[in-house]
Structure formats: structure tokens, C-alpha cells
């Protein structure tokens, strides 16, 4: 078991900069794959970004590109999620999850690989 806690959300001003911690305690770190995903009020949750166990592959979706960076720090346990160039359609609660089963195939822009999930924080951006 991993439990997850995320921190840093808040409110920024269109084209400003936050960053998100998602601090892991339990199982070892390494065991474990990290995703971002949002979930905008009104919509379904949707992928951000991942990164793989051994840190070496991250992925992203389409609309953060270039923008987010997704990063993990096994000494500290903490998964980041650098977001720059802040638009007001990034607002939505952000949620960080574990995948602590890896296979040939698995896909970490499904939420469905996912096993833990912290609580959320709430990122707004203002026009």
C-alpha cells in the first residue's frame, strides 16, 4: 500500500507557474509509476502527464506538451508536476496516482492501471 498526498495548488494568473508535490509514504517509492490527472468541474478526469519506474520515459498529453514537466525525486519519495504557461482552461482539481503493477503494454495515460490515489488539489487560473 502507498498512500499519496498532493500539495501546491492554488491560484495563479494566466500565463504564471505552479508546482506540485505528491509526497508518497508506504511501499517502496520505486515500486511504483506516478501519473497526474485533472478533473475540471462539469468533465471527466483526464490524463496529464506520468512517469515511469525507473523515471528513464514520461509522457504527456497533447494540451500540456512543452508546457508541463512531469519529474521524481526517490529520495525525497515526491512526484512533481512543474506546470508553466499557465492557461485558465488548466484549472480543475489535480489528482496523483500510483501504478505499482508493471507489464509489457501498460498503458500510463489510462487511469485504469492505476491502484492509489491521493486526495486532489485544486489548481484555478485566472484570465
Known amino acids: 500500500q502507498v498512500q499519496l498526498v498532493e500539495s501546491g495548488g492554488g491560484l495563479v494568473q494566466a500565463g504564471g507557474s505552479l508546482r506540485l508535490s505528491c509526497a508518497a509514504s508506504g511501499r517502496t517509492f520505486s515500486s511504483y509509476a506516478f501519473g497526474w490527472f485533472r478533473q475540471a468541474p462539469g468533465k471527466e478526469r483526464e490524463f496529464v502527464a506520468a512517469?515511469?519506474?525507473?523515471?528513464?520515459?514520461?509522457y504527456y498529453a497533447d494540451s500540456v506538451k512543452g508546457r508541463f514537466t512531469i519529474s521524481r525525486d526517490n529520495a525525497k519519495n515526491t512526484v512533481y508536476l512543474q506546470m508553466n504557461s499557465l492557461k485558465p482552461e488548466d484549472t480543475a482539481v489535480y489528482y496523483c496516482a500510483a501504478c505499482g503493477s508493471y507489464y509489457y503494454g501498460v498503458n500510463l495515460e489510462d487511469s485504469y492501471e492505476y491502484d492509489h490515489w491521493g486526495q486532489g488539489t485544486q489548481v484555478t487560473v485566472s484570465s
Open positions: 512517469i515511469f519506474w525507473s523515471g528513464g520515459s514520461t
